[in-house]
């Protein structure tokens, strides 16, 4: 996993203490998240907790009631513009990391693959799909989760054939890869709360 640089757009008044991003375990938002609390934090300091929400709207709203005070985002998501609109954040934090390893994988004791196989995925890195599916799947159909993690409990749990999903997330879930794996390379946002405006 590479990081390739860390930007400090503006020194925050206060250290993180808490970072939500997009759960369950297993996800590349947390290993992010991990991340960036390891290039900020204090070497004499306490390390700053991260917090894992069923979405990054929750983590938002966590951010926007205190709950937590920085916010890790992929800047691959979809809706990522309403955190850089919304009055009450600000961004305060970029950085550029790889991915843990993405591939395709299904259930350790699962029977043979169907040769038109479900497999779940969050709806992000669906593209990479048609580059790792082998192939003698010459057609599939998708299941959209809200994480990568979400995706592989759902090869897990027989909801899905199959899962595209990360590394950690396949440990986790008990899954093997029937693919080649590869990571993506790509930008973090991290949001904290407007200072400027008071709390509601």
């Known amino acids: 996993m590479t990081l390739l640089s860390f930007t400090t757009l503006r020194t925050d008044p206060d250290r993180p203490s808490a970072v939500g991003t997009l759960g369950p375990h297993g996800t590349s938002s947390e290993v992010a998240a991990a991340r960036f609390v390891g290039r900020v934090r204090d070497d004499d300091g306490p390390s700053a907790a991260v917090h894992l929400f069923d979405s990054y709207e929750r983590a938002g709203a966590a951010l926007r009631a205190r709950e937590v005070t920085h916010m890790v985002v992929a800047n691959a998501y979809k809706a990522i513009h309403h955190f850089y609109m919304d009055p009450a954040l600000e961004l305060s934090n970029v950085f550029v990391m790889d ?102």
Not at 106 to 117: H, L, Q
Not at 169 to 174: H, I, M, P, T, V
Request: proline share 12%; no cysteine; glycine share 4%.
């Open 99 to 200: 991915t843990p390893l993405y591939g395709i994988a299904k259930r350790r004791d699962a029977g043979p693959t169907p040769d038109a196989p479900t497999i779940a995925t969050h709806p992000s890195p669906e593209p990479i799909i048609a580059q790792l599916l082998p192939p003698r799947h010459a057609s599939h159909k998708v299941l959209q989760y809200a994480s990568t993690s979400a995706a592989a409990r759902a090869a897990q749990d027989g909801s899905a054939d199959l899962a595209l999903t990360t590394v950690p997330s396949a440990e986790l879930y008990g899954l093997e890869f029937i693919s080649a794996t590869r990571p993506i390379r790509m930008v973090w946002s991290v949001f904290t709360v407007d200072h400027t405006r008071r709390p509601a």
